[in-house]
C-alpha cells in the first residue's frame, strides 16, 4: 500500500467534463426574433441570444466602439442561406427609428460596432468576420475578463486578416483564432472603412472536475488504502 498507489487511485477518482464545442452562426434567428425581411436582411434589438446546442452567447450592437455591458443601437441581421456565408451574420444600425436596415447592405458601418460576450460557462475560442472586401477595413477586439473592457489586437484589420491570432478563412473573410489553450469573454468587430459582419463565434464549455480533485482526491484514496491495510493485518494476526 504505497503512496504511488493513492496517487493512481486519486487519478481514477478524478474525472474533467469533456469540453462542449459549438460554432454560433449569425446568419440564423436569435431570440427575441428579428422583424420581417427586408432586402438582404433584418433589423434586431439592441442585445439578441443566440444558442448551438448547449452553448449560448449575447450580441450587441454599438454606435461606437464596443462597450464592456449591453448595446445602445439596434443589431441587424443577413440571414443565412439568403445570403452567402461571408455575406451573413450581424451588422448594426444607424438609426434605430427605422424598420429596415439604414446601410443597404445590412452591416456594420463606421465607427459603429457589433459585439459578442460569453454567457453561462461558455467561453469564445475563434470568431469569422465576413465581408472583408478590397479597400475595406475593420478593428478586432477581445475581452478578457468577465465583464471587463474590450482591447484592440493590432492596428486596422484589412482583407490580408494580419492581426494577432487572423488568417484569410476565404474570399472576404477573416478568422481569428484564440491563442492555444485559451478563450476569451467577449469578442467585437468594429468598422474603420466600407462595412463588415461578424458572421460567427466557435464556443467551448469551461470544463470542470466531477468526481476528486487534486490533494482532497489523494487524501480520499490514502485513507481508504489506510483502512484495507488495517483490515488486512488484522486479519493476518
Not at 452591416?107 to 479597400?135: H, N
Not at 486578416?161 to 476565404?170: D, L
Amino acid at each position: 500500500m504505497t503512496l504511488a498507489a493513492a496517487t493512481l487511485l486519486a487519478g481514477a477518482l478524478y474525472f474533467v467534463s469533456p469540453v462542449a464545442k459549438a460554432d454560433v452562426m449569425f446568419g440564423v434567428t436569435p431570440t427575441p426574433a428579428c422583424g420581417p425581411v427586408s432586402g438582404v436582411g433584418s433589423v434586431c434589438g439592441i442585445n439578441e441570444t443566440f444558442t448551438s446546442g448547449a452553448d449560448t452567447v449575447v450580441a450587441h450592437g454599438f454606435t461606437g466602439a464596443p462597450g464592456s455591458g449591453g448595446g445602445d443601437a439596434n443589431l441587424t441581421l443577413k440571414p443565412f442561406p439568403l445570403n452567402s456565408l461571408q455575406e451573413s451574420g450581424l451588422g448594426v444600425q444607424g438609426n434605430n427609428m427605422s424598420t429596415t436596415c439604414t446601410d443597404p447592405d445590412c452591416e456594420i458601418l463606421p465607427p459603429q460596432s457589433v459585439s459578442v460576450t460569453r454567457f453561462g460557462s461558455t467561453l469564445i475560442t475563434d470568431a469569422l468576420i465576413g465581408s472583408v472586401q478590397d479597400g475595406e477595413s475593420f478593428n478586432f477586439f477581445v475581452q478578457t475578463t468577465e465583464g471587463g473592457a474590450f482591447t484592440q489586437l493590432g492596428g486596422v484589420i484589412t482583407d490580408t486578416c494580419s492581426f494577432p491570432g487572423g488568417s484569410v478563412a476565404g474570399t472576404d473573410l477573416c478568422r481569428w483564432n484564440a491563442p492555444p489553450g485559451q478563450t476569451r469573454f467577449g469578442v467585437a468587430v468594429q468598422a474603420v472603412t466600407g462595412d463588415e459582419l461578424l458572421t460567427s463565434v466557435s464556443t467551448a464549455a469551461v470544463p470542470g472536475p466531477i468526481v476528486g480533485a487534486g490533494l482532497p482526491g489523494l487524501v480520499a484514496a490514502c485513507g481508504v488504502l489506510l483502512a484495507l491495510a488495517r483490515r488486512r493485518r488484522r486479519l493476518v494476526a
